[in-house]
């Protein structure tokens, strides 16, 4: 299976700073077949990216995600306070999906 | 506006069976796929299963192949997960979750999750 290595583990920054968060991948994902999550605390997932690039419904354009083959990056391009979660990138073009460990965004 | 409930979790004993259940509404569920995703206490996201959306073709972990059926009523709009021989580190919140697409598809919705505890 497909592992995924998310850096760093935790990311403490102050509000309207700019986060950047990397995911990398032990094979090439065909397709871009890559997808960003937040999850706030007590909250199930909620979906930010996918096909790598593509916001979801109703994400805010500060959120963007780039990169292909086996490097992907979420940017937030300035933190609000609800931005304070824990990002998780998943692969889904082969089987099993899976996920990477997480990224913790903090408040510095 | 799309909802999806879980239930079904408990507490079981190491080797035990649970069936989870996920009741969808605010959508046509029959349009989509569906997945299972846990959460361990303080862990991360791990992928479990996933099924199209007629149910013909399902998907496992590794981790649960073998242990774990997925499974879908359309009829009631439902989805299910038979978990048998159960161990310790099957312990998570269990999330349903509607794919954006193929079974493979990332997850554009989610439910709170239900809580399956393995321990003797």
């Known amino acids: 299976e497909i592992v995924l290595t998310q850096s760093p583990g935790t990311l403490s920054l102050s509000p309207g700073e700019r986060a950047t968060l990397s995911c990398r991948a032990s094979?090439?994902?065909?397709?871009?077949?890559l997808a960003w999550y937040q999850q706030r605390p007590g909250q199930a997932p909620r979906l930010l990216i996918y096909?790598?690039?593509n916001r979801a419904t109703g994400i805010p354009d500060r959120f963007s995600g780039s990169g292909s083959g086996t490097d992907f990056t979420l940017t937030i391009s300035r933190l609000e306070p609800e931005d304070f979660a824990v990002y998780s990138c998943?692969?889904?073009?082969?089987?099993?999906?899976?996920f990477g460990q997480g990224t913790k965004v903090e408040i510095k | 506006e799309v909802q999806l409930v879980e239930s079904g979790g408990g507490v079981v004993r190491p080797g035990g069976s649970l069936r989870l259940s996920c009741a969808a509404s605010?959508?046509?569920?029959?349009?989509?796929?569906m997945s299972w995703v846990r959460q361990a206490p303080g862990k991360g996201l791990e992928w479990v299963s996933g099924?199209?959306?007629?149910?013909?073709?399902?998907v496992y972990a590794d981790s649960v192949k073998g242990r774990f059926t997925i499974s879908r009523d359309n009829a009631k709009n439902s989805l299910y997960l038979q978990m048998n021989s159960l161990r310790a580190e099957d312990t998570a919140l269990y999330h349903c979750?509607?794919?954006?697409?193929?079974?493979?598809?990332?997850?554009?919705?989610w439910g709170q999750g239900t809580l399956v505890t393995v321990s003797s």
């Open positions: 979750a509607r794919n954006d697409g193929a079974v493979a598809g990332p997850s554009d919705y």
């Open positions: 605010g959508f046509t569920f029959n349009n989509y796929a």
């Open positions: 099924i199209n959306w007629g149910g013909g073709t399902t």
């Open positions: 094979q090439r994902l065909s397709s871009g077949y």
């Open positions: 096909g790598a690039s």
């Open positions: 998943q692969q889904y073009g082969y089987s099993p999906n899976t």
